[in-house]
């Protein structure tokens, strides 16, 4: 009743596409850690190191879509989840070293992955700006609230759904929490 050629065939596809997942895991979750690293690298100010990690972390994501090819590796939460949070520390990155926040050159980034990723960068500059008023560099908060208002007001033009109409809450969260340490700064001036 079962054609047996068929099922030696699905047991051969699926074998390779588990094969091809587990590959794709495996390298993602090395971009999306070494991201991470990139961000602690930022916040203690070594800024050679990010960018080092930053160009790795370019050739995993490039090497990942040439190997499985772009519309493959988007099949993958592993992966998506990597390049938001690289393109969180590649923004990170920009603003840091005085860049405007831009697209990247040289990676196939999607909507979705640029938008949850700049969302998250609010978060992260609201944490260099606690560190910058703690360690009483308190001139640096008011360009770090501008820079979050900015963002927010760009972003306030999407008609954000589902996980990034989290990821644009968490943000305007951001928003009120750096107008807040904002307020403070200015009150100890």
Not at 74 to 99: D, H, N, P, R
Not at 105 to 113: E, P, Q
Not at 136 to 149: E, Q, S, Y
Request: charged letters at 30%; a positive charge; proline letters at 1%.
């Amino acid at each position: 009743m079962i054609n047996k050629k068929f099922i030696e065939k699905l047991k051969k596809e699926y074998a390779e596409g588990n094969s091809e997942r587990r590959q794709i895991i495996s390298l993602a979750n090395v971009a999306l850690h070494d991201s991470k690293r990139v961000i602690f690298s930022l916040h203690r100010g070594d800024d050679e190191i990010a960018a080092e990690s930053l160009a790795a972390i370019e050739e995993v994501l490039k090497k990942l879509e040439k190997k499985f090819g772009y519309s493959r590796i988007m099949e993958e939460g592993s992966y998506k989840a990597a390049v938001e949070e690289y393109v969180e520390a590649k923004t990170l990155f920009m603003v840091i070293s005085g860049q405007k926040i831009d697209a990247i050159k040289g990676l196939k980034i999607d909507v979705d992955g640029y938008l949850g990723g700049i969302c998250d960068l609010t978060g992260e500059l609201v944490r260099r700006a606690v560190n910058m008023a703690a360690a009483g560099h308190r001139d640096g908060v008011p360009k770090i609230n501008k820079i979050i208002n900015d963002i927010m007001a760009e972003l306030v033009q999407f008609d954000m759904t589902g996980y990034l109409r989290t990821k644009y809450d968490q943000a305007k969260g951001n928003l009120r929490k750096i107008e807040q340490i904002n307020y403070e700064v200015n009150l100890r001036k």
